[in-house]
């Protein structure tokens, strides 16, 4: 008995782990200011329906870099600086085209059903919600949490309970953010909404940065180790 409630703190220790990992780099407030921006105004159904895509994919994106990330990466021969250094030039190249859309004026206008759900995974799964920063720090829970865990395997029940659990939470987050967005932009009004949207461009633009920086600094080491 004691055993099994060890087991059940230390799965919720590092659920608890997980989601304060993802959810400041995933960051789902800022990035539904940014998803509203992007798509306009569309019908309530259709921006449930964007909603849930994003969240389902976010979720898989999310566990099967935690679980398999380590592997593909060494699968392709790709390392975790290539990994931040490529998706951070995505991320700020994104957030520079928001912030200077935002300062133009470029007005939102309705997207067709068709177009909105077919770009539900990009851009506004991967790099708006799920960026290469949210995939590395998914890889590196998933190297963590076995040891975290006293296990030998990110497989074993323990880390799955966590890792899935955990995931869980934070797309469901992104889901309620994102299926509200609108409602909040109406509570904002249109100077408000203005002042977030460029706000969180601007941080996902220095996001982008700070992972580019991040990758140059691990690659000059790997060069200094060998």
Not at 69 to 80: M, N, T
Not at 121 to 137: K, R
Not at 196 to 201: D, E, F, I, P
Not at 204 to 210: H, Y
Request: charged share 10%.
């Amino acid at each position: 008995m004691i055993d099994i409630l060890h087991d059940i703190a230390a799965v919720a220790e590092s659920t608890t782990l997980v989601v304060g990992a993802l959810f400041p780099i995933v960051n789902p407030l800022g990035s539904a200011a940014i998803f509203i921006n992007m798509i306009g105004g569309i019908e309530r159904p259709l921006q449930l329906a964007l909603s849930q895509k994003i969240a389902i994919y976010s979720f898989f994106l999310l566990v099967c870099s935690l679980l398999w990330g380590v592997k593909i990466l060494a699968f392709f021969g790709i390392s975790i600086y290539a990994v931040q250094i490529g998706g951070g030039l995505v991320v700020a190249a994104t957030g520079w085209t928001l912030l200077a859309q935002g300062s133009s004026g470029v007005s939102t206008k309705t997207v067709s059903e068709e177009n909105v759900l077919e770009h539900a995974f990009y851009p506004y799964t991967l790099p708006i919600t799920v960026g290469p920063g949210s995939i590395s720090v998914a890889i590196t829970l998933g190297a963590h949490l076995p040891a975290e865990l006293h296990t030998g395997s990110i497989f074993s029940p323990k880390v799955l309970i966590a890792a899935l659990l955990g995931v869980a939470i934070v797309c469901f987050i992104v889901y309620i953010c994102y299926r509200y967005a609108s409602a909040a932009e109406r509570l904002l009004g249109t100077a408000g909404t203005s002042v977030v949207m460029r706000l969180s461009s601007f941080i996902l633009m220095c996001i982008g940065v700070q992972i580019i920086a991040s990758g140059i600094k691990a690659y000059v080491a790997s060069i200094h180790q060998m």
